[in-house]
């Protein structure tokens, strides 16, 4: 069975500033994704950003950024010039390779961000 | 190019009531999956189905519960005589079978308040 574990309950951070927030995750898996996803006070979950584990690049999206380092099982989320729209909860998710089938996610336990002024 | 709606979006029920939450996915997609959430943690895997067929229920629990996702209509995931444990924030999320690792797309949610 696969974790994820995320180790900072609350954040905060300036506007303008960067951020980090951090997930680690165990699996036997070779082969996995692993997502973060945001979710507002508005309670919807939007996808941030996905990362294929065979895929040594970082993902980026627009400001957002990961540090995927897969020996240590660590998938660290870089949000660059915070903005007040970004005051959310945070998940972290893994999801196994499928081969082409749906398979589900295992979500940590969230990061409550706070961007201030 | 509506995404996924899920209503009610809140939803009180009396301790021993039934409460059915309601999933139409995206238009095209034939997978749905159930997550619950409870106050201050993540989403926990319920139940992913195919039209007509459960796939994977290994989340939901035993006694209580169960869902569909019929050949026509919404997915409907139902709660027989509700406990107070049971309220929860009730997530619904779909895609296509081929683009599931892409992430899905989630509804809002139901708020399931048992009193």
């Known amino acids: 069975a696969q974790t994820v574990t995320q180790s900072q309950p609350e954040m905060s951070v300036q506007e303008a500033e960067t951020v980090t927030l951090s997930c680690t995750y165990d699996t036997s898996e070779n082969n996995y994704y692993l997502f973060w996803y945001k979710q507002p006070p508005s309670r919807q979950m939007i996808l941030v950003i996905r990362q294929e584990a065979y895929k040594q690049q970082n993902a980026t999206e627009n400001r957002f950024s990961v540090n995927f380092q897969k020996a240590a099982k660590s998938f660290s989320l870089k949000i660059s010039d915070s903005q007040l729209g970004d005051t959310a909860m945070y998940f972290c998710?893994?999801?196994?390779?499928?081969?082409?089938?749906?398979?589900?996610?295992?979500f940590g336990t969230g990061t409550r961000l706070q961007v201030t002024l | 190019n509506a995404g996924v709606m899920q209503n009610p979006r809140h939803l009180v029920r009396r301790r021993g009531q039934e409460a059915r939450l309601r999933c139409s996915p995206v238009k095209g997609h034939s997978h749905v999956y159930w997550y619950r959430q409870l106050p201050e943690e993540g989403l926990k895997f319920m139940v992913y189905l195919q039209k007509e067929n459960i796939i994977d229920e290994s989340g939901m629990p035993k006694e209580r519960f169960s869902a569909e996702f019929p050949k026509e209509g919404p997915s409907i995931l139902r709660i027989q005589q509700v406990v107070r444990g049971d309220s929860a924030a009730y997530f619904c999320?779909?895609?296509?079978?081929?683009?599931?690792?892409?992430?899905?797309?989630f509804g809002s949610g139901t708020r399931l308040t048992v009193v």
């Open positions: 998710a893994f999801m196994k390779h499928g081969d082409g089938t749906a398979s589900k996610l295992t």
């Open positions: 999320a779909s895609s296509s079978g081929q683009r599931a690792n892409y992430g899905y797309t």
